[in-house]
C-alpha cells in the first residue's frame, strides 16, 4: 500500500465498526462498569478464518492471532483500493481537576459558572491537569499494557495521536512513556487539534498556547499547521453537536488517508470519542476516566465528496455570580436574578 490512501481523496470515505470481534459491540454488553482491564480489552475468545494456516498448532495467543486475521483483511482489501481496515484503541483521559470540581458544584452550576473561571483559589481547572486519582488510572493502563505485551504478545501501536489538551498528553505519556517499546514500533506521539474535547466556553476546553505545550511535553510532535494559539475556543460560545461530528469526521478522514498504520492508539475525551463512535456507527458506549475501548473500523471510499456546512458555535448560558442552586432536575438558578441563565448571562 502507498503511504497515502490515494483512491479515498476527494470522495466520502463510509465507516463501519465491524462487529464480533470485541464485547464492546454487543447490545447485550452493559457499559456500565465496564473494565477494559477485567476483560482483556473486551477481546471476544473465537476463531479466524486464517487460523488453520497461520496457526495449525494452536500455539498462538488471541491477540496474534486477531492481528493476522487483521493483517489478512487488508491484504485481501489490496484487490479493492477503496477499501481499509484499522484497529483504534480510544482511550479517555484519567480524572481531571475539573471532573472533581464539577462532581463538587453539580452539573448545572459548574455549566453556567464554575467552569466559566480559571479555578476556585483552591484547585486550578483551566486546560485541566490530572488528579493523583487520574495518575493512578493512566499508570493501570501502563501496567495492563505492559502485560498484554509480555503474555499475549499483544501487537505494539504502530501511531500514537493525542489531544492538544494537558490532561490527555499527561496520560498518554504515563501509559506509554515509561514502557519498553520494541525500536520498530516507539512511543512517537503526535498532538492532533481536532482530538481535542467538545469545544464549549469552560476553560477547561480552552488549550494552552504551543509555545507552553512544548515546554509542558518536551519533544512531541504537532500535526502540520498547528497555531500557536488556540483559535478554536470561544469566550460564551459552545460548539454544536452538529460541528462536534463533522469536526470528528474530518479527524478520522485525515487519519485514514495519511496515516498507513493499522493499529493506532488514541487519546482524547469522553465528549470527542462518543462522536468519534458515532462517526463509526458504533453502538453508544461511554466512558468513565481512564477507560478504553477499542473498535476494527472497516473504512470505504464510496463515492464523490460533497460539501456540506453545520452550525458552528451558538451563545452559552451563563451566571456572573455563583447561582442560588444547582440540580438536575431544576437547572442553575442565578443568584442576582433568580431565574434560570440566559445565554448572554443575567
Avoid at 485541566?128 to 493502563?141: I, N, Y
Avoid at 476494527?296 to 463515492?303: D, F, G, N, P, R
Wanted: proline share 6%; glycine share 6%.
Amino acid at each position: 500500500m502507498s503511504t497515502d490512501w490515494s483512491e479515498a481523496r476527494n470522495k466520502t470515505i463510509r465507516y463501519t465498526a465491524v462487529g464480533g470481534y470485541f464485547l464492546q459491540d454487543d447490545p447485550a454488553t452493559n457499559a456500565t462498569g465496564f473494565d477494559y482491564a477485567q476483560t482483556n480489552f473486551g477481546l471476544i475468545d473465537r476463531e479466524y478464518p486464517s487460523d488453520a494456516e497461520y496457526d495449525p498448532r494452536g500455539s498462538k495467543s488471541q491477540w496474534e492471532r486477531f492481528r493476522n486475521w487483521i493483517h489478512h483483511l487488508n491484504n485481501a482489501c489490496g484487490k479493492s483500493e477503496n477499501v481499509r481496515y484499522k484497529v483504534i484503541f480510544f482511550g479517555r483521559h484519567g480524572q481531571g481537576y475539573h471532573n472533581v470540581a464539577e462532581s463538587t458544584y453539580g452539573t448545572p452550576a459548574w455549566n453556567c459558572y464554575w467552569s466559566l473561571l480559571d479555578g476556585n483559589g483552591t484547585s486550578t481547572w483551566a486546560d485541566a491537569l490530572l488528579t493523583p486519582v487520574g495518575v493512578k488510572e493512566a499508570q493501570k493502563a501502563s501496567n495492563f499494557y505492559k502485560t498484554l505485551y509480555e503474555q499475549q504478545r499483544m501487537p505494539h501501536f504502530e501511531t500514537y495521536y493525542s489531544s492538544p489538551l494537558r490532561r490527555c498528553i499527561q496520560t498518554a505519556n504515563t501509559t506509554f512513556g515509561t514502557l519498553n517499546m520494541p525500536s520498530n514500533h516507539p512511543f512517537v506521539p503526535t498532538i492532533k487539534e481536532l482530538l481535542r474535547e467538545d469545544i464549549s466556553s469552560h476553560t477547561c476546553d480552552r488549550r494552552s498556547s504551543k509555545s507552553e505545550l512544548e515546554k509542558f511535553i518536551p519533544g512531541w510532535k504537532f500535526e502540520a499547521g498547528f497555531t500557536e494559539k488556540d483559535e478554536l475556543w470561544k469566550e460564551g460560545e459552545g460548539e454544536t453537536p452538529a460541528h462536534a461530528l463533522a469536526r470528528t469526521k474530518s479527524l478520522l478522514d485525515d487519519v485514514f488517508i495519511h496515516d498507513r498504520s493499522t493499529w493506532i492508539s488514541i487519546t482524547s475525551h469522553s465528549g470527542a470519542i462518543s462522536f468519534l463512535l458515532k462517526n463509526l456507527n458504533h453502538r453508544t458506549w461511554s466512558l468513565s476516566t481512564g477507560q478504553i475501548i477499542p473498535v476494527l473500523i472497516k473504512a470505504e471510499a464510496v463515492a464523490p465528496s460533497s460539501t456540506t456546512t453545520s452550525a458552528g458555535f451558538t451563545p452559552e448560558a451563563s451566571c456572573k455570580q455563583p447561582p442560588i442552586t444547582s440540580l438536575p432536575d431544576s437547572g442553575c438558578v442565578c443568584s442576582s436574578t433568580g431565574s434560570v441563565p440566559s445565554p448572554s448571562g443575567p
